[in-house]
């Protein structure tokens, strides 16, 4: 399975398992900003094996993997507050604790 396939079920996967709720849903740019930072995240948990040309190579292909399906999915299935609260994740840990 290529990293590509992998980094798209994580995301795909991740965006499904909160569900959504009756509030509001975020924009797209919002969305896609998160996408952004979901990208910046995985990076700088494997920054340690990773140098500084080899993070940047990274990050802007898993910004790029799935991501019009990605802001798709993220406007149907989550909430402004959520995107909110992942938007200001400092760590995948923290963005894990927020709430759709």
Same mark, same amino acid.
């Given at each position: ?7 798209? !079920?994580?995301?795909? +996967?991740?965006? /499904? !398992? ?11 740019? &919002?969305? /896609? *900003?998160?996408?952004?930072?979901? %990208? #910046?995240?995985?990076? /700088? *948990?494997?920054? %340690?094996?990773? +140098?500084? &040309?080899? *993070? ?6 898993? /910004?790029?993997? +799935?991501?019009?399906?990605?802001? #798709?999915?993220?406007?149907? #299935?989550?909430?402004? $507050?959520?995107?909110?609260? %992942?938007? !200001? %994740? $400092?760590?995948? #840990?923290?963005? !894990? $604790?927020?709430?759709?």
């Amino acid at each position: 399975m290529t990293l590509r396939r992998v980094v798209v !079920a994580l995301l795909a +996967g991740w965006l /499904a !398992a909160c569900g959504s709720d009756s509030e509001s849903p975020p924009s797209r740019e &919002a969305c /896609a *900003q998160l996408r952004a930072h979901v %990208a #910046d995240l995985l990076v /700088a *948990q494997g920054s %340690a094996t990773l +140098g500084g &040309a080899e *993070q940047e190579k990274h990050r802007s292909n898993l /910004a790029a993997t +799935g991501s019009e399906a990605y802001v #798709d999915a993220c406007v149907k #299935d989550r909430s402004e $507050r959520y995107v909110e609260c %992942a938007l !200001a %994740a $400092r760590n995948l #840990d923290e963005m !894990a $604790r927020c709430r759709n």
